[in-house]
């Protein structure tokens, strides 16, 4: 084996700690490295020959190192115990954040103890949603003779469940209802408490640079291995070109990759939590509305919306005049309905437009009629004779829909059916009748919802921070004890992949066979 020759310009003694940017290749690779040695910053260059790894497979490469010596070194943390040593942190006093996490550190450590329990934050979820599931089955929003009705007392529903467990919890408005947006408050604390106790103090570990200072510290870790004949050095330049951030203190090495998969519960906590206020907001602070309107008339928008809760508050938008152009459909061969052309919903017929004996035209209100359970029958009625009397009699008129009409005279009895815009008459108890025209009338569903955009990005940002939490933190320690190194290393995911990770590693660490003395 060929030994490890190199040439300095002058000799040094690492007795500061080394910060070292992964900006590196395999092959050829310049290391910038920065420790306070001196006032005056200066540079030299070191070469040196590297024989293949210990296992003699890899063949001979050469690496050209650039060291820079600078002032600057930033200041230590306070020690963390045991073997370990925090080298850059804050020095300021730890001061207690404003907002809702302010509140949240505000709270006796008992109260944070039990709200940041993981069974507890489960159970909440779980009530949350079987409230959801209970709002989608039971029908929301309808007057209370609707739930008189479907949830009698006589009757039971699962032997128990009556109207009054509806009306009483509030199951008919659920999502705004106290005991949902309580329990939505109540997770919404948990996940807070947690974030605070548990997710911020791991990051706060995590971004620290601990050095390991005795072998016996970084044998006990999950993956460890002693290297004899090696450099910790040489150790830090090919964790620099696997994408590690690398940091050395005399003989002690600690680098770390993957810190965005710590940050990534956070990011959870704050989407779920972003959700959940998007959600609340929806319930309380939304209007809704319908209205039916004929073709060609129009509709002011804040005449038919009506606030869902307490924080619904009206824009200027609710002064938008809305005009219905046209509204017309498409048909099937057997006369069914095959497609609206337009993008609301038909609800009925608002009118039927007819002339009488030569004169009008006249419009007849239509309405929606209940025979044997049919709700597709609407009907009008235009009175013959004396309209002041109490026995009024008339020409009914039926439809199913735009395309026919069906007449009966005075009696009740079929007279005929007739197209509209066909202008044939039909001549009913004296009076000559022409069917127009039948004017549909649009029904429009409307809703304002401030928490969309929220709710939105939201579940946007949590499956950001979903992905993100997949990714492997890996913090490695290494110790030069003489002419061998001891390295130690663990990781929060990929626990199995992991060893044969730093294997393919370790054996491109160069093995030294010697060395010339420094000039």
């Not at 850059?88 to 109260?111: A, E, F, Y």
């Not at 052309?341 to 002339?355: E, F, G, K, V």
């Not at 209940?370 to 309209?387: A, H, Q, S």
């Amino acid at each position: 084996m060929e030994s490890l020759n190199p040439t300095i310009t002058s000799k040094l003694s690492f007795h500061k700690p080394l910060f070292v940017k992964p900006s590196l290749s395999h092959r050829n690779i310049s290391k910038s490295i920065f420790f306070s040695h001196s006032k005056r910053p200066f540079s030299f260059t070191t070469t040196c020959k590297l024989k293949s790894p210990q296992d003699n497979r890899k063949s001979q490469t050469s690496i050209s190192k650039k060291i820079l010596l600078s002032e600057g070194a930033p200041p230590p943390l306070a020690e963390e115990g045991g073997n370990e040593e925090a080298v850059v942190g804050s020095s300021g006093n730890d001061r207690s954040g404003g907002g809702v996490m302010g509140m949240v550190k505000r709270l006796p450590r008992k109260v944070l103890a039990i709200l940041s329990n993981l069974p507890l934050a489960i159970g909440e979820m779980f009530t949350v949603a079987a409230l959801m599931a209970l709002g989608t089955i039971i029908d929301q929003g309808e007057a209370p003779d609707f739930y008189f009705q479907k949830y009698p007392e006589e009757n039971p529903f699962l032997g128990f469940f009556t109207w009054r467990w509806v009306l009483t919890l509030g199951f008919d408005h659920v999502y705004s209802s106290p005991i949902f947006l309580g329990t939505l408050a109540l997770l919404g604390t948990s996940l807070m408490a947690c974030t605070y106790t548990t997710q911020i103090p791991l990051v706060k570990v995590a971004r620290r640079w601990n050095f390991l200072h005795s072998a016996e510290a970084i044998l006990k870790q999950e993956f460890s291995d002693t290297l004899p004949r090696a450099s910790v050095q040489d150790l830090g330049v090919i964790l620099m070109g696997s994408g590690y951030e690398v940091f050395l203190k005399g003989p002690s090495l600690y680098a770390f990759k993957g810190l965005a998969g710590r940050f990534a519960p956070i990011g959870v906590h704050l989407a779920m939590l972003l959700i959940m206020a998007g959600g609340t907001l929806s319930a309380t602070g939304s209007f809704r509305g319908s209205v039916t309107v004929p073709q060609g008339l129009n509709f002011v928008v804040g005449d038919v919306l009506g606030p869902t809760g307490f924080l619904s508050a009206p824009t200027e938008a609710f002064n938008t005049e809305v005009h219905v152009n046209r509204f017309y459909m498409d048909y099937y061969d057997s006369g069914e309905v095959s497609q609206f052309h337009t993008d609301l919903s038909l609800y009925d017929l608002n009118a039927l437009q007819i002339l009488k004996d030569n004169e009008g035209p006249f419009n007849l209100a239509m309405a929606p009629l209940k025979i044997n359970g049919d709700k597709k029958l609407f009907g009008t009625f235009l009175p013959i004779g004396d309209v002041n009397s109490p026995n009024v009699k008339g020409i009914s008129m039926l439809a199913r829909d735009l395309q026919s009409i069906v007449l009966y005279d005075q009696e009740g009895k079929f007279v005929g059916i007739r197209r509209p815009n066909s202008k044939l008459p039909i001549e009913i108890n004296g009076t000559n009748i022409v069917i127009e025209d039948a004017i549909g009338s649009s029904g429009l569903d409307l809703k304002t919802d401030p928490g969309v955009p929220i709710v939105y990005a939201g579940f946007g940002a949590l499956m950001l921070t979903t992905c993100i939490s997949y990714l492997s933190h890996a913090q490695i320690w290494a110790f030069q004890d003489g002419t061998a190194v001891v390295v130690g290393a663990k990781t929060n995911r990929a626990k199995a992949e992991f060893p044969d990770e730093m294997n393919r590693l370790l054996d491109q660490l160069p093995e030294i066979v010697e060395s010339s003395s420094s000039k």
